[in-house]
C-alpha cells in the first residue's frame, strides 16, 4: 500500500478523477470571471 493511499481521507478515492473539485485551476477561472463582471464593458 502506498504512502499516499494509508494517508489520505477515504472520501477523496470516491470522486471521479475528473472533479472540478480537485482540480485548483477550475477556482481561479471562476474568480477571474467574477473580477471581470465587475468592469463595465465599451462599445466599439
Known amino acids: ?3 499516499l ?3 489520505t481521507v ?5 470522486w471521479p478523477p475528473n472533479s472540478p473539485d ?3 485551476i477550475e ?3 471562476h ?3 467574477l ?4 468592469y ?3 462599445h466599439a
Open 1 to 3: 500500500m502506498s504512502w
Open 5 to 7: 493511499q494509508k494517508n
Open 10 to 14: 477515504r472520501y477523496i478515492t470516491d
Open 22 to 24: 480537485l482540480n485548483p
Open 27 to 29: 477556482h481561479v477561472w
Open 31 to 33: 474568480l477571474l470571471k
Open 35 to 38: 473580477r471581470l463582471c465587475l
Open 40 to 42: 463595465e464593458r465599451k
